[in-house]
């Protein structure tokens, strides 16, 4: 079946503008991730979702930064004011139940900020 | 900062030649997983390691868990140019208070080959 989507595939935005990034997880997947992953770094872990809750923001660096995901499937990382630190590649990942299982990663939107 | 280290950053081998990157964290880690990256693309999951002093073996990949789980590490015989790309180890870090939900990723170690 069809993989994690991430749309779009790039995003270019000024500093202070809003922008929002969207994930399709697996069909099934109730658990839901997003991470973020700067050049030459390893993702940095942001939010996981399991069904419609947030089950831990704890990764979510400052309150510019929220993420929805209203019916338990598709989510959405929207980013206030960017800041051209925000620049780096936005990754989705879903796993069939959270906890220790397999995460399956998206191809990821990369966010410029100018 | 990151709780999970990985060394090298770097490691340059010829095709042929055996690769090992090492992964180390300063809390135990409840389990490690192991992702590749090929250059352009995304994490792609290898493999998941629980037990302390597990080892697992995938063809020419071998996969170990340390007794005290804090490190682990993978090892690659005789490299084929299909194995380039950049290896991340990455667990769910203990932290004091509850553990977070989501992984802690090293830096990665990228491998080159040389044919």
């Known amino acids: 079946g069809a993989g994690v989507s991430q749309t779009p595939s790039n995003k270019v935005t000024e500093k202070g503008k809003y922008v929002e990034l969207r994930c399709d997880p697996i069909?099934?997947?109730?658990?839901l991730y997003w991470y973020r992953q700067s050049l030459g770094q390893g993702p940095e872990f942001l939010i996981y979702?399991?069904?419609?809750?947030?089950?831990?923001d704890s990764g979510l660096p400052n309150d510019r930064f929220f993420a929805v995901r209203p019916e338990g499937s598709v989510s959405t990382l929207k980013i206030q004011r960017t800041e051209r630190g925000d620049s780096a590649v936005y990754l989705c990942?879903?796993?069939?139940?959270?906890?220790?299982?397999?995460?399956?990663f998206g191809p990821g939107t990369r966010l410029t900020v100018t | 900062g990151q709780q999970v280290m990985q060394i090298p950053q770097y490691q340059h081998v010829q095709e042929g030649e055996d690769f090992t990157t090492y992964c180390n964290s300063s809390?135990?880690?409840?389990?490690i997983q192991w992702y590749k990256q090929r250059p352009g693309g995304h994490p792609v999951f290898l493999i998941q390691l629980v037990k302390s002093g597990e080892v697992k073996k995938q063809k020419r990949l071998t996969f170990q868990f340390g007794e005290a789980k804090k490190n682990s590490s993978l090892h690659i015989t005789a490299t084929q140019t299909t194995d380039v790309g950049t290896y991340f180890c990455a667990g769910f870090v203990l932290y004091s208070g509850g553990g977070a939900d989501g992984l802690t990723f090293g830096k990665g170690t990228h491998l080159i080959i040389q044919p």
């Open positions: 990942a879903s796993s069939l139940s959270g906890g220790y299982a397999e995460q399956y």
């Open positions: 809390t135990t880690l409840s389990n």
């Open positions: 069909s099934g997947h109730t658990a």
């Open positions: 979702f399991q069904g419609t809750g947030a089950a831990d």
